[in-house]
Every structure is written in C-alpha cells, then in structure tokens.
C-alpha cells in the first residue's frame, strides 16, 4: 500500500516540477496568438453624432440603428435593449436640478 502512496507522490512532484517548463513552451505560443488577432469595432454612425446609450440619445433614434436585415430575434432584443435605456434616460432626466 505504501507502493502506491510513493507512486503518486512522485507523480505529483514530477509534475509540479514540469510546470514551469511548460509555461515557458506555451507562453511564445500564446503571445503569438494575441499579436495575429487584431479586433476592431465596427464603425456605427448614429445619425446625429450621438453616442448609443448616452443621455442625449433618443428611442426612435436607437430603433432607427437596427439593421433591417436583422432576424426577429436580434431585432426584438435591440427593441428591448431601446426601451430600457429610454427608462434609464428617462430616470436620470426626472432629476430635480438636471
């Protein structure tokens, strides 16, 4: 029984000692991956120069940047998206002193 426990222990220390080998040979890799990725987002005019969710942003205006090929779903969760910050912009205009 003792067999066993020197087996594992000796397992562990094996591969508590690779780690930081593998570290190094799977670092280069990764670095090499974030450096070929390049993302950019996309450019969305929105008509008056008005950014999407900002105070001075309106209703109509968020519903007039769905795009009309959007499928039923996407264009019922940008309406939803629409009605919650007019909620949200419409609580922040209630301010007294505003």
Do not use: Y
């Not at 000692?17 to 570290?23: D, K, Y």
């Not at 519903?63 to 090929?69: E, G, H, T, V």
């Not at 499928?71 to 629409?82: F, I, P, V």
Request: aromatic fraction near 2%; glycine fraction near 6%.
């Amino acid at each position: 029984m003792t067999t066993h426990f020197i087996n594992r222990r000796s397992v562990l220390v094996a591969v508590l000692a690779a780690l930081p080998v593998m570290s190094w040979a799977v670092a280069p890799a990764v670095q090499a991956a974030d450096k070929a990725v390049k993302t950019s987002a996309p450019s969305v005019s929105s008509g008056g120069g008005v950014a999407s969710g900002a105070v001075e942003d309106s209703q109509q205006a968020c519903l007039a940047r769905i795009p009309k090929d959007a499928t039923a779903g996407q264009r019922l969760m940008a309406e939803q998206s629409c009605k919650r910050d007019q909620a949200s912009r419409q609580s922040i205009q209630n301010v007294p002193g505003r």
